[in-house]
T-cell receptor, first 114, second 113 residues
Framework: AQKITQTQPGMFVQEKEAVTLDCTYD???????LFWYKQPSSGEMIFLIY??????QNATEGRYSLNFQKARKSANLVISASQLGDSAMYFC???????????FGSGTRLLVRP | GAGVSQSPRYKVTKRGQDVALRCDPI?????LYWYRQALGQGPEFLTY????????KSGLPNDRFSAERPEGSISTLTIQRTEQRDSAMYRC???????????FGQGTRLTVV
């Protein structure tokens, strides 16, 4: 079975500072993908970043980077230089090659303080 | 279209009625997913299509729920004899392939009264 765990229900960060959102996963698949999505108060689900299990380098997309530690089964999202618009719910997700399902964690609500 | 389109955006229905939720995926995307999301929780997988083939329906909660994608493009999620516990946000997502990122539609907020 595959599982995603996000242990931080809510977090605060000061504007312009960096923040790390934790995500751990469990899977028996050798090949899998890890994803982060942002859900602002408007309700849409916005894809942020992807990391493949065989990618040797951590994925980066603008201010977003994924700190992938395979041995620890963690895929933390790092947001640099936080902006007020980053306030949202953030979901970590994974999909193993043995499954069609994209499995989501319970999410972390981030609030950026001015 | 430019993104995944879902309709209606909001649906209020009386208990016992049937509802049909529509999803129009991004053009060229062969993979299509349906999810259900309760308030404050992550999306919960319902079903997956590869082209017109429903390859995984393990997340459908019971036989009142069904989905189809007859021509490998637009998909419909149908809930028969709705119950109050069916109230949730229903989301559709599509991806180019099975192992690429999925893009979500705006969702349909279903309220059963």
């Amino acid at each position: 079975a595959q599982k995603i765990t996000q242990t931080q229900p809510g977090m605060f960060v000061q504007e312009k500072e960096a923040v790390t959102l934790d995500c751990t996963y469990d899977t028996s698949d050798q090949s899998y993908g890890l994803f982060w999505y942002k859900q602002p108060s408007s309700g849409e689900m916005i894809f942020l970043i992807y990391q493949g299990s065989y990618d040797e380098q951590n994925a980066t997309e603008g201010r977003y980077s994924l700190n992938f530690q395979k041995a620890r089964k963690s895929a933390n999202l790092v947001i640099s230089a936080s902006q007020l618009g980053d306030s949202a719910m953030y979901f970590c997700a994974m999909k193993g090659d043995s499954s069609y399902k994209l499995i989501f964690g319970s999410g972390t609500r981030l609030l950026v303080r001015p | 279209g430019a993104g995944v389109s879902q309709s209606p955006r909001y649906k209020v229905t009386k208990r016992g009625q049937d509802v049909a939720l529509r999803c129009d995926p991004i053009s060229g995307h062969v993979s299509l997913y349906w999810y259900r999301q309760a308030l404050g929780q992550g999306p919960e997988f319902l079903t997956y299509f590869n082209y017109e083939a429903q390859q995984d329906k393990s997340g459908l909660p019971n036989d009142r729920f069904s989905a189809e994608r007859p021509e490998g493009s637009i998909s419909t999620l149908t809930i028969q004899r709705t119950e109050q516990r069916d109230s949730a946000m229903y989301r559709c997502a599509s991806s180019f392939g099975r192992n690429t990122e999925a893009f979500f539609g705006q969702g349909t907020r279903l309220t059963v009264v």
